[in-house]
């Protein structure tokens, strides 16, 4: 339980310096995470103002913008920036994943989306992701076989193929984004309304600390649990440091 209430201390700001918007032409097998680290901007920012709800579908040719930072300073508020860059309070709270009750901070990193979006727009869109809130059945992160644990860390672990997609059940901060000993690359998000979701057993991570995920969002991908070899996850939900039954977490 001590790792778990490490890493939600060790939320950070994003930092990194301002770029000018750019536009950049996918080439063959590329990836949003590694465009991510060579314009040092977020695979959410970069799926947010590309208007791309899953990165698989990134094809050789597409034209992405790159989207502008821009560093909170002291006393500003959310009208003023937008009324500055010629954009709405609903398209820069949408950009960044805002509730209209979001306070800004001084050193917050926000990112300026175009007024045009992306060029991508032309390309075939694929259908938008079900209504979570409408399922009959609790929506996990990965559909395949669960095996419920319990002891000193309490979970589920659920099995599929690697390379298989994770996806997050509920809106939320990353609060962790890295490896985590023998639980391969680790994500935790946490909610308003105060649970953390863990979705361990990463072997490729999409998002980083500080950025707000929303369901059914690909926060990863399946990797090999090093103790029995098979391509798993091991997902679990906790509330004032107390584990939650996954059934009964929120979704959403």
């Given at each position: 339980m001590k790792w778990l209430i490490l890493v939600m201390l060790l939320t950070v700001l994003p930092s990194g310096p301002i770029f000018s918007q750019a536009k950049h032409v996918l080439k063959k097998n590329e990836t949003l995470f590694r465009i991510s680290h060579i314009y040092n901007v977020s695979v959410?920012?970069?799926?947010s103002v590309n208007y791309i709800s899953d990165p698989r579908t990134l094809k050789e040719g597409m034209v992405l913008i790159i989207p502008d930072r821009y560093i909170v300073q002291k006393g500003e508020t959310l009208y003023g920036i937008a009324r500055e860059h010629g954009l709405?309070?609903?398209?820069?709270?949408?950009?960044?994943?805002?509730?209209?009750n979001h306070t800004l901070m001084a050193g917050e990193s926000l990112i300026i989306p175009s007024e045009k979006g992306s060029e991508i727009a032309e390309q075939p869109v694929e259908k938008a992701e079900p209504d979570l809130a409408d399922s009959a059945e609790p929506f996990w992160p990965h559909n395949g076989e669960r095996e419920y644990q319990e002891g000193k860390l309490n979970g589920t672990h659920i099995f599929g193929k690697k390379?298989?997609?994770v996806k997050a059940i509920a809106s939320g901060e990353v609060v962790w984004s890295g490896p985590y000993r023998g639980f391969g690359r680790v994500v935790l998000v946490q909610s308003l309304g105060g649970y953390v979701y863990v979705y361990g057993g990463n072997d490729i991570t999409y998002v980083s600390v500080g950025e707000t995920v929303s369901p059914g969002m690909s926060i990863g991908t399946?990797?090999?649990?090093?103790?029995n070899g098979k391509a798993s996850m091991f997902f679990s939900i906790f509330?004032?440091?107390?584990?939650?039954?996954?059934?009964?977490?929120?979704?959403?």
């Amino acid at each position: 339980m001590k790792w778990l209430i490490l890493v939600m201390l060790l939320t950070v700001l994003p930092s990194g310096p301002i770029f000018s918007q750019a536009k950049h032409v996918l080439k063959k097998n590329e990836t949003l995470f590694r465009i991510s680290h060579i314009y040092n901007v977020s695979v959410q920012a970069l799926m947010s103002v590309n208007y791309i709800s899953d990165p698989r579908t990134l094809k050789e040719g597409m034209v992405l913008i790159i989207p502008d930072r821009y560093i909170v300073q002291k006393g500003e508020t959310l009208y003023g920036i937008a009324r500055e860059h010629g954009l709405s309070v609903e398209m820069l709270r949408n950009a960044n994943g805002l509730s209209e009750n979001h306070t800004l901070m001084a050193g917050e990193s926000l990112i300026i989306p175009s007024e045009k979006g992306s060029e991508i727009a032309e390309q075939p869109v694929e259908k938008a992701e079900p209504d979570l809130a409408d399922s009959a059945e609790p929506f996990w992160p990965h559909n395949g076989e669960r095996e419920y644990q319990e002891g000193k860390l309490n979970g589920t672990h659920i099995f599929g193929k690697k390379g298989d997609p994770v996806k997050a059940i509920a809106s939320g901060e990353v609060v962790w984004s890295g490896p985590y000993r023998g639980f391969g690359r680790v994500v935790l998000v946490q909610s308003l309304g105060g649970y953390v979701y863990v979705y361990g057993g990463n072997d490729i991570t999409y998002v980083s600390v500080g950025e707000t995920v929303s369901p059914g969002m690909s926060i990863g991908t399946l990797g090999i649990n090093p103790h029995n070899g098979k391509a798993s996850m091991f997902f679990s939900i906790f509330k004032d440091g107390k584990p939650v039954d996954p059934e009964k977490a929120p979704r959403g």
